[in-house]
């Protein structure tokens, strides 16, 4: 319930461009969103699970190579670093989600 304001400003400020939908896992799916040049700081991926606790090697573009992301809703403390081909491997907690957001410094 708390949840709901955090993905409303997600999805409001930050998911842009691309979606690449993974929807290969009967208990597992992710997407991402690569983002737009016009919305700084836009790109997201976001996993989920209905089931034990998910991984899921995704891509978010090669703009976002050497970039490191955060739970938004902070269900996975770990964070994750999008590889040189724009690909990296997104976590969730067990019947969780996560939204994956941009690290600000």
């Known amino acids: 319930m708390f949840e709901l304001p955090k993905l409303c400003t997600v999805r409001k400020d930050l998911s842009y ?19 737009e040049d016009e919305n700084p700081g836009s790109g997201i991926a976001v996993l989920m699970s209905n089931s034990g606790a998910g991984i899921k090697n995704m891509e978010m573009g090669v703009k976002h190579a050497n970039k490191t992301l955060i739970d938004a809703l902070g269900n996975v403390t770990e964070k994750v670093v999008v590889n040189e081909e724009g690909w990296a491997a997104f976590l969730c907690a067990e019947k969780s989600v996560s939204v994956w957001v941009l690290k600000t410094d």
């Open 17 to 35: 461009g691309v979606q690449r939908d993974y929807l290969d896992h009967p208990n597992c799916i992710g997407w991402t969103r690569e983002g």
